[in-house]
């Protein structure tokens, strides 16, 4: 027999003519022990200028590999992780600064090109319905990795403070002053597409092209503003005193460490919240890596990548990527030991991508990306193996020569090992029904 205090987990919320589910809520699991499926959710974490690829790139392919010098905080968690090489985007080759824009979208860089839409927001488009937010983007330098369909950047919170507020307090004006300025926005934009019907009449084929990109943006917004006046409705979730001292804090990004695992206590407290199953962090942006003086290291990622061979700035390149890492292995740690409301961890049903656009900063080098995907074990995910995907391609790591290695990592040796094969494959675990994304040519094998 079902308690009268238990909820079904398809009922909805009416508002504004719309249906949305409720969030995963206590409330909702079932009697007598029994387990209901785990949502998925997925993370996204970006470092800028690539690695020292020198110290980075793990040599031995499949299951018994050795975790390289940078990677080496990685080891506890290695039956949860799967490193990836030979990966690029074709659309960024040659490409430098702007390789950020495309990471998670597969696009095409170029003065007269635009971005399309990033895996992260199709991934949400599945999810959305059930949490409170659409997406959570975070990026230290207000540029997120997530783009919408119509190629517009999302900008990116990075305050912790400021995500907190956003994630866990009711509106500071009041629940009835939001609620009147999300209708106020509905009714702008059904204004909007009134006029836009009227004048599509007019246009020629290549503009109702546009025009038809432009309606699905703002026809998303609407969905949004929607789905936001119901949840108005829903109470936010009650946060334990011990993990708001630990989230609800400003952090400057001058303490990096401690800046970094705020940030990602505060995704883990998302996740286990379900306020929303789909984040992306950006860590920096091309130009502006985070310095971290705990370390001693005064200059920014992108400073420590243009090295030019000197060997005190590649040691600090690698004390930086080793840093990063560390601070990712922390996040791995977090989502292990943190329960879902089946009593799972997190990690079991959260995948984590982690990497950068840019292999070889000093060169711009594109090819060969350094990726390392973790957890989600729950979601058809298996780990313990390095995939090496310029196997078969080249005549083998020659990390002993460094020209030979930087070309590896500018120009792929295995054309068709596009990383939005990774990303196509990621997706589909999330519930995407599709059979491309972005320029994948193939899904990539991760049972």
Known sequence: MTPSWQIDRRHVLRGLGSF?????????????????????????????????TLDYQITTPGENYVLSKSLSPLEKHRSVITPISGMHHP???????????????????????RNTISVD??????????????????????????????????????????????LFEEPKNGTAAQRRTLRRKKSVLDANLE?????????????????????????????????????LDVPRPEILEQDRRRTDREVPQTQAGDYFRTIYDLIVLAFQTDATRVITFSSGIEGQGLPIPELGISQSRHELSHHNGDPNHM?????????????????????????????????????????????????????????????????????????????GHFD???????????????????????????????????????????????ELDLA
């Open 20 to 52: 949305i589910a409720l969030p995963l809520l206590n409330c909702m699991r079932p009697a007598m022990g029994a387990e209901m499926e785990s949502p998925r959710r997925s993370a996204f974490v970006y470092i800028p200028n690539g690695v020292n």
């Open 91 to 113: 659309g960024g080759l040659g490409h430098h600064h702007n390789c950020q824009k495309i990471w998670l979208t597969g696009g095409q860089l170029g003065p007269t090109d």
């Open 121 to 166: 927001q199709k991934m949400a488009e599945v999810t959305s319905p059930f949490t409170r937010f659409h997406s959570l983007e975070i990026a230290n330098k207000g540029e997120s990795l997530a783009w919408t369909a119509d190629g517009i950047r999302l900008p990116g919170m990075s305050r912790c403070s400021e995500i907190f507020a956003y």
């Open 195 to 231: 006029e836009v019907r009227s004048l599509e009449r007019k246009m020629g084929d290549e503009d109702k092209g546009r025009m038809a990109q432009y309606l699905t943006a703002v026809r998303e917004t609407e969905v949004r503003a929607i789905r936001a006046d119901a949840w």
């Open 315 to 391: 040691e600090k390149l690698t004390q930086s990527d080793r840093f990063s890492v560390e601070q990712f292995s922390y996040f791995l740690t977090r989502l292990a030991e943190t329960p879902d409301l089946n009593g799972r961890p997190l990690l079991e049903t959260t995948m984590s991508l982690f990497g950068s656009g840019m292999a070889y900063g000093h060169g711009h080098g594109n090819a060969n990306l350094p990726l390392v995907l973790a957890g989600g074990t729950g979601c058809g995910l298996k780990h313990g193996k390095h995939i090496d995907l310029n196997q």
């Open 396 to 442: 083998g790591y020659q990390l002993n020569e460094p020209g030979k290695h930087y070309h590896l990592c500018s120009r792929p040796v295995n054309v068709n090992a596009h990383m939005s094969n990774l990303l196509l494959t990621m997706a589909q675990k999330m519930g995407v029904e599709s059979e491309k994304f972005g320029d994948s040519n193939s």
